[in-house]
């Protein structure tokens, strides 16, 4: 069984940062990380293959979000510049999903999510 913890949401500014985190018990899977903003389905924001150099990102962050996985912690980031008021969302991480060339399904195994705030 794969379990994902995460942590590192909160509340900031428009322009801020945030890291997001997720601990993962195993590695070697597709990670990924989705976003479900109140009343709506999770949607893709970054994804990418655990030994990959190829990441994969919604055009919505292109630029501003950047995904990255440190093997030896098994831990995935998402790190996120320039935040909106748009990007306002609970985060989730994933695992064991598919992706493409250019965008990531999910897989069965999830975080617990991260609200992620942009107000001023």
């Known amino acids: 069984q794969l379990r994902l913890v995460e942590s590192g ?28 903003f109140p009343g709506e389905e999770r949607e893709f ?11 994969r990102y919604t055009d919505s962050v292109k630029g501003r979000f950047t995904i990255s996985i ?25 695992a064991a999903g598919y992706c493409s060339d250019y965008v990531c399904l999910p897989g069965p195994y999830w975080g617990q999510g991260a609200q992620v705030t942009v107000s001023s």
């Open 70 to 94: 440190d093997n030896a912690k098994r831990m995935v980031y998402l790190q996120m510049n320039s935040l909106e008021p748009e990007d306002t969302a609970a985060y989730y991480c994933n």
């Open 45 to 55: 924001v970054a994804g990418m293959l655990w030994s990959d150099a190829n990441p």
């Open 9 to 36: 949401g909160g509340l900031v500014q428009p322009g801020g940062s945030l890291r997001l985190s997720c601990a993962a018990s195993k590695s070697g899977y597709v990670m990924g990380w989705f976003r479900q």
